[in-house]
């Protein structure tokens, strides 16, 4: 019986460093800073004479929006556009800043310009070098990724989104949403009835559903107030097959307690009847549809995915729950519908607004309703390295961070994705798993969110139950913690770590005997995987069905079921932890999970395999697992070989430093033989924001561990280089400077590195402590956090909030860790308490 402690208290150390402000630009000094001014000059001359001759109905008070080119070292800061006499609309990935001015000559930017040909003013305005170039917007800049795929017909009256570049004045927003209402209401006729049905003004995003002839989506597309028109998205579902288990008399299903935490799945519904939910379920709703005039059948579940989703999210593993005919909820059910009964959003509202009135409603009505389940997916937006957020999952970190004091974690699953690319039944096996890491295998939308946990799916490594002896029934991966056939894979904006962590989804089966029997009837072969197989007995996830009249389960395989065990988990954490942040949660979640025992060859790595190869490695393990499967009891308990060390709910200052200590490894820790891990894990929520190209991300943390070096040498260089006006003895270097002074192996090498991990908001580093590895045992270890400024501003975010979890473990049951750690922190909190 495997012991289960409270979690430990992490000791921090009550300093905080101010970090260096960084410089307002960079760039390339100009060799002919005369030419480059006048070459700039002469296309701001060509940028503002259209302004004064376009015409078109959809002309309000015209915006001047273009993109200012900045050279490959090139930075201009926020401020500095502003005095300029522009206003930063975007930060474009390639670096170009997106910028609009109300004064359509531009006066204050050429005056600087000219200013800046002076050799004598050159140095005052020197950040103008670091412009290559400035351009207008083009057509083809507004036409989104979906009407590039599928453009509108002639003929057709198409529903699209319209968003507007966000000056920043919602008033303003919502006074240009108001005339394109007007013009399009003007333009309307009985053969083509244009509207605009739906909109939304955010703090950063202004939208609109709209429905529009291609006559009017090409006036539309020339406005330069419009940022991107495309087609709405629509969900993505799997299939099912219902699981006819003989109905036996379970006990009866008692409700959680009332405190218990629930889980909204925001899916297709729920099926109220079921016998296995009703006690279970606190409310369902349909959103925004009050009428039903689009979504008929009210809450209850027509397509059955949005069931399938719920049993998982409230029983966990409902197999076991089946095996041990018991079945004890811990988690409450909460569910918005907003799909109709053809798994189709309603084509006159924005998915943003459903979503946004779905979760406000519950969340505000019920305290104890913490965890979201996300389980759609849009398989046309599929992330591609330089691409900026998406809008959904923007509108998901956004409601993230505006929620903060609700805490709430958003669990999205990563989406399935079909090698489309094979030729044959046999090619799916064996170009898998390669083919996972293709561009098409990519997550999608909403699966980028920065600040949900995106679930990535595992196959249970078993055959088919029903037909194990056929061996033309071929299930894909077929070993135990192999990745589903059908996940999809990282990595998420900005590199970000993505998915975060993954689950059991299912597998597939390939029918080769349906082939060979066309084949021996003198029928042509199937051309490609026609036959395949999702929902076979063993190889598939269990749950429960919509027609529970006739068969109160069913088999499912997906990542959709992958993410509602991630969701159940993290609900019985919020159960155990009732005060604790949202960030704490997924931190505990991330810190627990571990890759599966078996991994593929592809993505081991080997004994002797050349640095680069294994961050390459490394890398692909990232992409498809995340941080790894993570485990309730690891994340809610301690035992006697394995310590959590926590903090929680901890505010720093952006730009400061705070420092922590681990303390000293017991010595029979170190000596006895077996695997032992240390590993960090932090977790942040950060004002995020979708038009920057530059950071995603408002505001960036990064931790940093030192062995076997006092503390106060740690702190008195980390308190120098904030002192410092020097670029050389800037925090950045301070770690690089202290191992030159007092030898590399101060530092713990975490993997993954800092470089990889810190572009996410759930960071993980962990290494492996060999008999070989030194300086564990010369005292407590130093660790840093620091918290960065990106482009938030100062005046608006001052604080960040996080939480922090060390862990400590030993692969044998006998190493008495937990208490030989407490006993060197409690003293210490007790002091700590009456300072």
Known sequence: MVSKFEHLKLPRINIELPRRANPGFGGNKRPNISEHSKHLLGKISILTEPVKEKTNPFRFDPKLIFKLKMAKQGYISDDLVTLTGLNCLAREPNKAIVVFSSDNELTEFKKRLENYSQIEDGPKYEYLGAIDDVVPLEREDRIGRLLELKPVESDELAPLDLELWHTGDRQEMRKYLDGITEILEYLSSDT???????????????????????????????????????RPPQPAFESTADYNLPIVSFPEVVSPPEDNCGILVIDSGVQRGHPLIAPVLGEAEVFPDANRQFIKGGPDDVNGHGTNVAGIAIYGDVENCIKQRSFDPTAWLFSARVTNDDNQYDEDLLVETQLDQAIRA??????????????????????????????????????????????????????????????SDEQLRTDYPNYLLKKSARIIDPATSAIALTVGSLSFGRGSITEPSDVGRQAIAKLLGYPSPFTRTGFGVDGMIKPDVVDFGGDLVLDFSYRESRESLGLPKTPKTNILSDNVAGVSVRTLSKDYYSSLFQLCSGTSFAAPRVANLAAQLFTKYPDASSNLIRALIVNSAVLPKEIPPEFQCKSGQPQGEKTKTIKNQLAIYGYGQPELQRAMYSAENYVVLSEDNISIKVGSFHIYEIPQLPSDFLKKQGTRILSITLAFDPPTRPTRGDSYLGVTMEFDLFKGIDREIVRNAYETATKTSLPDESPDNTKTKLKEKHGAGIEVTLSPSSTVRKKGTIQRGQVEIFDRSTKYDQGNMTLIVSCNRKWAKPDEIKIQRYALVACISHSDPTVDLYNRMKNQIEPRERIRGRI
């Open 362 to 423: 519950f969340v505000e009505q019920y305290p104890n309703c913490k965890v979201i389940n996300i389980s759609l997916g849009n398989a046309d937006q599929i992330y591609r390295d330089g691409l900026k957020q998406f809008r959904l999952a923007a509108k998901i970190d956004e409601i993230a961070y505006q929620y903060q004091d609700k805490n709430i974690v958003f669990v999205i699953s990563a989406g399935n994705a079909f090698y489309e690319e094979a030729k």
């Open 192 to 230: 083509a009835p244009m509207r605009m049905s739906d909109r939304y003004i955010g703090e950063y995003l202004c939208i609109a559903r709209i429905k529009v002839t291609h006559e009017v989506l090409e006036l539309l597309l020339e406005v330069e107030i419009v940022k991107e028109i495309d």
